[in-house]
Nanobody
Framework: QVQLVESGGGLVQAGGSLRLSCAASGRAVSSYTIGWFRQAPGKEREFVAGISWSGGNTYYADSVKGRFTISRDNAKNTVYLQMNSLKPEDTAVYYC?????????????????WGQGTQVTVSS
C-alpha cells in the first residue's frame, strides 16, 4: 500500500499560481497512475487531472484544461500539480490518489489510496 501526502496549498489571489505536491511512501509511486481530485464545500469530490505511471499520458477535466499541468518525478517519488490563472471557483480541498491499473481513471472509486488533502483558497 502506498501512502500519499499533499502539500503546497494556500491562499492566493485570482490569477495567481500554486504548485501542489503529492509525496509517496511505502511503495514506489512509479507503480501507480496518480490522479488529483478536489472537493469544494457542499459539493462532490471531482476529478481534476491524472497522469500515467510513466508520465507519458495525462488527462484533464475541462474546467482546468490549459491552466493546470500535472507532472511526476518518479526518482523523487512525487507528483505535482501546477495551477496557473487560478479562479475563485478553484477553491477546494485538493487530494491526490493512487490507482493500480491501466488507464487514467476519472472516477473516485477507481482509486484505492488517498492523501489527507491540502486546502487551496482563491480570493477574488
Amino acid at each position: 500500500q502506498v501512502q500519499l501526502v499533499e502539500s503546497g496549498g494556500g491562499l492566493v489571489q485570482a490569477g495567481g499560481s500554486l504548485r501542489l505536491s503529492c509525496a509517496a511512501s511505502g511503495r514506489a509511486v512509479s507503480s501507480y497512475t496518480i490522479g488529483w481530485f478536489r472537493q469544494a464545500p457542499g459539493k462532490e469530490r471531482e476529478f481534476v487531472a491524472g497522469i500515467s505511471w510513466s508520465g507519458g499520458n495525462t488527462y484533464y477535466a475541462d474546467s482546468v484544461k490549459g491552466r493546470f499541468t500535472i507532472s511526476r518525478d518518479n526518482a523523487k517519488n512525487t507528483v505535482y500539480l501546477q495551477m496557473n490563472s487560478l479562479k475563485p471557483e478553484d477553491t477546494a480541498v485538493y487530494y491526490c490518489a493512487a490507482r493500480v491499473g491501466l488507464g487514467i481513471g476519472s472516477l473516485r472509486q477507481q482509486y484505492g489510496s488517498w492523501g489527507q488533502g491540502t486546502q487551496v483558497t482563491v480570493s477574488s
